[in-house]
T-cell receptor, first 113, second 114 residues
């Protein structure tokens, strides 16, 4: 069964600093990979997704993620964090488009002004 | 389009009571699913469905029942509520046929079991 780990429970960064959130998955083949964000008091929104092709994918709000097959990782990055990026970030994996979507435990991001 | 609609938004139950969380979508999405969100646990999949008449278990199905009689609706039933089922529940749907399979989430239902 596929699973997702997000090693960092909570991260604090200063506004303007770069950000990297880690995500590792366990699944033999290349799955579909997602990053979702949950802002305080708001719903869950897709940041970006990877299905195939270019291993560096761009998302909304200036985020990008890189798929590394050798490391079974799909880390999320942003070069300069804004205060509005403070939120909970979830990595998710899916074997095929009709299979279940499994989420990681999430990383809570705090941003210091 | 209303998207994914969950009702009720808030509910308080006593141990042993039953209830149904409703989920409806108007996007003709084949795939529907229920998650629960607890602090430090992320979103855990309860049940999911890939079409009317088809349901399957997720990571934490015990204590919950689902059915999918129509494409639009995917109710989640708690037959005998327990305090461990206190959580925020999210319904999500998608349209896998397009290959995108991006989940659209409802606003959530906060359930407290006393």
């Amino acid at each position: 069964a596929q699973s997702v780990t997000q090693p960092d429970i909570h991260i604090t960064v200063s506004e303007g600093a770069s950000l990297e959130l880690r995500c590792n998955y366990s699944y033999g083949a290349t799955p579909y990979l997602f990053w979702y964000v949950q802002s305080p008091g708001q719903g869950l929104q897709l940041l970006l997704k990877y299905f195939s092709g270019d291993t560096l994918v761009q998302g909304i709000k200036g985020f990008e993620a890189e798929f590394k097959r050798s490391q079974s990782s799909f880390n999320l990055r942003k070069p300069s964090v804004h205060w509005s990026d403070a939120a909970e970030y979830f990595c998710a994996v899916q074997k095929t488009s009709y299979d279940k979507v499994i989420f990681g435990p999430g990383t809570s991001l705090s941003v210091i002004p | 389009n209303a998207g994914v609609t969950q009702t009720p938004k808030f509910q308080v139950l006593k141990t042993g009571q039953s209830m149904t969380l409703q989920c409806a979508q108007d996007m003709n999405h084949e795939y529907m699913s229920w998650y629960r969100q607890d602090p430090g646990m992320g979103l855990r999949l309860i049940h999911y469905s890939v079409g009317a008449g088809i349901t399957d278990q997720g990571e934490v199905p015990n204590g919950y029942n689902v059915s999918r009689s129509t494409t639009e609706d995917f109710p989640l039933r708690l037959l005998s509520a327990a305090p461990s089922q206190t959580s925020v529940y999210f319904c999500a749907s998608s349209y896998p046929r397009t290959g995108a399979n991006v989940l659209t989430f409802g606003a959530g239902s906060r359930l407290t079991v006393l």
